[in-house]
């Protein structure tokens, strides 16, 4: 069964610490995998995009990994801002088929 | 590049009555384009794959007649939701892609905001 399981379910952080999050999937064939940020009431926005041939890629201070023997991705956030505060979700693509994580949703404090 | 623009941002509307929800790609023509429904707190559930000129592929679950979805040009998708009911209220959002699978790129709306009263 094409699943994609993020963890932590939720996460609160102090302002200007660094965080990771997790992303494991079973999706098969794999295409790519994307990591999204959704602010509360706003539509998704795209973070990074890696094939299967890509095991790291970086947006600012967000820097995704892959690992796609072991079908774990992570998202790695340095010194976060209270504008990091949001869901982050994690989409495997497959052969025609997108498969969304739950999402995990961070809260920067000050 | 890449934008979707999704319209109206918010609707409220009594029990009953239908409501339209636009999806443009603005600078891009899109193939396929997806429309996803959220409830608070939870991730996005996609309820139907639309294709441009041809029906849309629902996901199972999702009434085609309750959820109907118009893909009449590369650029424009519509999601009408008929006789809603205060169930129906959720957040909708639309996604564009240029591939049949959505893989090459995937841009999102801002999303919907449904209130049924």
């Known amino acids: 069964k094409n699943q994609v399981e993020q963890s932590p379910q939720s996460l609160i952080i102090l302002e200007g610490k660094n965080c990771t999050l997790q992303?494991?999937?079973?999706?098969?064939?794999?295409?790519?995998l994307r990591w999204y940020k959704q602010d509360t009431g706003r539509g998704p926005v795209s973070l990074t995009i890696?094939?299967?041939?890509?095991n790291t890629k970086s947006n600012g201070r967000y820097t995704a990994t892959l690992d796609a023997d072991t079908k774990q991705s992570s998202l790695h956030i340095t010194a976060s801002q209270l504008s990091d505060s949001a869901s982050y979700i994690c989409?495997?693509?497959?052969?025609?088929?997108?498969?969304f994580g739950a999402g995990t949703i961070l809260r920067v404090k000050s | 590049g890449a934008v979707v623009s999704q319209h109206p941002s918010r609707v409220i509307c009594k029990s009953g009555t239908s409501v339209k929800i636009e999806c443009r790609s603005l600078?891009?023509?899109?193939?396929?384009m997806f429309w996803y429904r959220q409830f608070p707190k939870q991730s996005l559930m996609l309820m139907a794959t639309?294709?441009?000129?041809?029906?849309?592929?629902?996901e199972q679950g999702v009434e085609k007649d309750k959820f109907l979805i118009n893909h009449a040009s590369l650029t424009l998708s519509t999601l009408t939701v008929t006789s809603a009911h205060p169930e129906d209220s959720s957040f909708y959002i639309c996604?564009?892609?240029?591939?049949?699978?959505?893989?090459?790129?995937?841009?999102f709306g801002a999303g919907s905001r449904l209130t049924v009263l």
């Open positions: 996604s564009a892609g240029l591939t049949r699978s959505g893989a090459n790129v995937l841009t």
């Open positions: 639309s294709n441009e000129g041809s029906k849309a592929t629902y």
């Open positions: 600078d891009f023509q899109a193939t396929t």
């Open positions: 989409v495997v693509s497959g052969a025609d088929k997108l498969v």
């Open positions: 890696m094939t299967f041939s890509e």
């Open positions: 992303c494991n999937y079973t999706v098969s064939p794999f295409s790519n």
